[in-house]
């Protein structure tokens, strides 16, 4: 090789090495440093676009875990107030079964009177509970209501325990039982309905019972209030609009109320049957008091249901809406808190002789009484009926807390699963930089050390001077 000054390609060379040797460590050092192989789009451009995606997703799916834990906190509040509704009711239903007890005086009902309406003011401060700010069971939030052509849904009571081929036409001494057993009736006993609507309530009898129908025992109940409705399996129309049927899809006698909406609403209906001597005739009034609230009236209203985000994707959610807890929505009173108007009742309907009927009103309202044993009586399948509304709300949100715990886990496990192919794409594993870092640090220095020794190459020629 020519001895040459103005090129020292050897320098050149080896400090062209030593950069990429220093470029390299820079690398390494900046891998160690952050624990991370890939730092910026340079060191993998595809992986460093797929590890943002991912990063994105973790954090969606972190924030939709949190959404599910508030949103089981929201359901947590709402279910407190359910439930001390449903407690209310229990303590009003055993107030109603004393009150119906003649060991009680006038006096000692008006005492329970009392009572029962100070409980019935708990429901609707119950129904007032809160979370951020919101209303949650005042109906405020509740789910989409059409009903029958949008006008909302009917009170309907259905009868399971009578034959499939009762019809309205069959008279009460021939009814049978859904076992094929006669139910009991004789033409000498006395039957008296009672049904509440707006806190009021009403009693029919007709005494004795002599060859009366089906139709003549439901049309007791003023026709204003409710009416018979069906005799076969389809007991009425829910808030979706959708056909409601027996639980066996079995024919079935139902009463329906004359009008639609919570305002207008039968809180509750009962027959009884009494011997000719007064005396009760239990056995007959299990089958005959047996008409269970199977639609429940509700106002016709738009969806305000509740949207819990639980998704990374738009309109992954949970809706849940709550349905109207306040006291008038139960039944328990009257909407506009006004009692009996003191109108007369309309004439009882004609009857087969020697059948003689007869209505009047036991319980003036606004909320429900017990005042009198027969109302007391009444009472009794009112507060029954707004227990089943109160538990069939609790069952909801518990099946949404139920429904959020499984979401809540499984996002988690995403989470930790994408963060694990993330942690693969972009972490640095540090035994191997450490290695390559020793590498680089030990070529570096190398590197310098030989240029060193190629600048000292260059004074060689000097010695062709002396």
Known sequence: MAMVVKNNMSAVNTLNTLNKNQSELS???????????INSAGDDASGMAISERM???????DQDNNNTVNGSALMRTAEGAVQSTIEILKTLKEKAINAANDTNTDEDRALIQKEVDKLIDQIDDNALTTYNGMYLVDGSQNGLVLGDSGTGTYSSFTNTSL????????????LVRRDGNAVGIHSSDTLTASWVKNGVTYTGTISPIGNINVTNMIDIITNSDASYYSRNARVGVDEYGREVFTPDNQPALTIRASLAGANNQIAGITFSV????GKMRNEVNAVLDAFKETVRAQNPSVDNSLVLQTGTKANQAIKVGFTDMRSAALGLQSPNGNGWDRTPLPAAPT???PSVGTRTVVGTGPKVQVTTKEAANAAINVFENALIKATDQAVVIGAVQNRLGYTSSNLVVASENVQASESTIRDADMAKEMTAYTKHNVLTQSAQAMLA???????AVLSLLQ
């Open 453 to 459: 020794q190629a600048n000292q190459n260059s004074s």
């Open 55 to 61: 990063r994105v997703q973790i954090r969606a799916l």
């Open 274 to 277: 009494t011997d000719s001597s």
């Open 27 to 37: 690398k390494s050092l900046q891998k160690v440093s952050s624990g991370m192989k």
């Open 163 to 174: 034959a499939t081929d009762t019809s309205p036409s069959t008279r009460l001494v021939n």
């Open 351 to 353: 009857l087969p002789a």
